[in-house]
């Protein structure tokens, strides 16, 4: 049988998901391996140094930076509040002082001899991991993470933008073909992550940020909308960092694209279940994809099937039968099925000679391709 490898995107009911929550450098684990969490669990914490502010102590009480030490109130390792004196002289036997006072809330990180000055850190920031998904910790690394398994429907996406979120899943499109209205989003749907069809506008995402919806699932954008609601124009990057009210996952692509009829009929039979969701994408080297995760009540069996999900996924096989969507024009965003994939170079338009396949659409109209020009929809 005839075999090509083309990147693809997951979309399965079935999956056992693992995910690695790591810290950004050494602290402390707080589960263990066979816990169950759920996705707002705290399973790891660290704290990020303060920022440290210097004060030039030795120039403001007037004295040599060698004689600074004589006069610190405070010494390395104390703690100071803001407007505390942590150093002073005193002059004519004792009757006039010269103090100086902590800028801020802080420890005395350095007392130099050399510059005269004093260092305060700022208290420790807090850094706390969640386990992201309802699942089980199946391995931790000491001091710096776990891996979180779950049982899951699986579902990545073209694109996304805005960083993890969890709900519940809402299904409120009739259709993949279905445009995501203004009037579709309601005062009840926050905290929801819902999921329209082919389309959602600037006006609809604005309303969903203003009633607070969690997070919003859809077949397209306009890039020119997207500009709008990012406030700049994107370029080649990583998201999943942006603060703008809500995550969006699009499953398709750009333009009015109807959602695939396999991806809307397994989100719509999650529906009223708890999601999680990531925006996160990455189109160079080391791909990462946007993805909502379902997770299904039962714990994964120990000989599931694993996705690696936290790293670039290998190209994988593609064959008589699978399924694909054009990635790009004049059918852009069209889906269908691998009807022959033959062996030998064929002449395209351009005059080069490239590996192709024949797809059948679900119009039933059928195309002779690049091999580049499709995706492949993973069952």
């Known amino acids: 049988m005839a075999v ?23 602290g402390e684990v707080l589960v263990a391996v066979g816990d169950h969490v759920d996705a707002r669990t705290v399973v790891a914490r660290t704290y990020l140094p303060g920022r440290v502010e210097p004060v030039n102590v030795a120039s403001r009480l007037g004295v040599e930076p060698s004689e600074l030490a004589a006069c610190m109130l405070k010494k390395v390792g104390d703690a100071v509040e803001r407007e505390e004196p942590i150093a002073c002289t005193r002059s004519f036997f004792g009757l006039f002082k010269n103090e100086v006072r902590s800028p801020g809330v802080g420890t005395i990180d350095i007392v130099s001899d050399t ?15 969640n386990a992201f998904v309802d699942g089980v910790v199946s391995r931790v690394v000491d001091g710096e993470g ?9 579902i990545q996406g073209i694109f996304g933008i805005g960083g993890e979120v969890n709900g519940e899943l809402l299904v409120v499109a ?7 209205q203004v009037h579709d989003v309601r005062e009840e749907h926050a905290g929801k992550i819902l999921v329209g069809g082919s389309y959602a506008s600037h006006a609809t995402i604005q309303e969903a940020v203003r009633r607070k919806v969690a997070g919003l699932v859809v077949g397209g954008i306009d890039d020119a909308d997207l500009r709008s609601w990012l406030g700049f124009d994107l370029g080649v990057a990583i998201t999943g960092s942006e603060d703008l009210g809500l995550t969006l996952v699009v499953t398709e692509g750009f333009g009015r694209v109807s959602m695939a009829h396999k991806t809307f009929d397994l989100l719509v039979s999650c529906s009223g279940r ?6 996160a994408t990455q189109i160079r080297a080391g791909v990462i994809r946007p993805e909502i995760i379902v997770p299904h009540g039962s714990p994964p069996a120990v000989n599931g099937q694993s996705l690696e999900t936290d790293s670039a996924r290998a190209n994988v096989a593609m064959t008589v039968g699978s399924q694909v969507r054009l990635i790009r024009e004049p059918r852009f965003g069209a889906l269908g099925r691998v009807v022959d994939l033959p062996v030998e170079a064929v002449a395209v338009e351009t005059e080069a000679r490239v590996r192709v396949l024949e797809v059948e659409l679900e119009s039933g109209d059928r195309l002779v391709l690049p091999r580049a020009n499709v995706e492949l929809i993973e069952a």
């Not at 999956?15 to 810290?23: F, H, N, T």
């Not at 776990?146 to 699986?154: E, P, R």
């Not at 009739?174 to 995501?180: A, H, I, M, S």
């Open 4 to 26: 090509a490898y083309t990147p693809g995107l997951k979309v399965s009911a079935t999956a056992v998901v693992y995910k690695e929550r790591r810290l950004p450098l050494k």
């Open 115 to 129: 510059t005269g000055q004093v260092m305060i850190r700022e208290p420790s920031v807090p850094v706390e991991v």
């Open 146 to 154: 776990v891996t979180v398994c779950c049982a899951a429907a699986f």
């Open 174 to 180: 009739g259709g993949p073909d279905q445009t995501l």
């Open 274 to 279: 708890r999601a999680s969701m990531s925006g």
